[in-house]
C-alpha cells in the first residue's frame, strides 16, 4: 500500500497499491474487480477496483507497471456484502 503523499485517495474507504515490476495491472473495463492477497495461506479480498492515476494509462488502455491503482475498502463494506450473500444465497 502506498501513503497518501504518494497517491491521491480517501484513506477511510480506499487502498492505493503501486502496481508491480513485470506485470500490468488493472484495465479499463475492471472497475469493481478484486484486489486479493494471501495472508498466512489464506486468500482474501481487499478492495475493489476503483480507479488508476493518469500516468498509469499514458500508454494504453492498462496500468502501467510502478504507477498506482485505488481500491475501495471491503472492509468498509463487509457488513452489506455478508447481508447481501445472507438475502440471494439458496437456503
Known amino acids: 500500500m502506498m501513503p497518501k503523499s504518494n497517491c491521491s485517495y480517501e484513506e477511510d474507504v480506499q ?14 473495463g475492471d472497475s469493481g474487480g478484486p484486489m486479493s492477497c494471501k495472508l498466512g495461506g489464506k486468500w482474501f479480498v481487499m478492495g475493489a477496483t476503483s480507479f488508476g492515476t493518469l500516468s498509469n494509462f499514458m500508454h494504453g488502455l492498462c496500468a502501467m507497471p510502478e504507477q498506482r491503482t485505488v481500491f475501495m475498502k471491503m472492509s ?11 438475502m440471494y444465497s439458496r437456503k
Open 76 to 86: 468498509n463494506n463487509a457488513d452489506w456484502i455478508e447481508k447481501m450473500i445472507q
Open 15 to 28: 487502498i492505493c497499491v503501486k502496481n508491480r515490476v513485470g506485470f500490468q495491472s488493472t484495465c479499463h
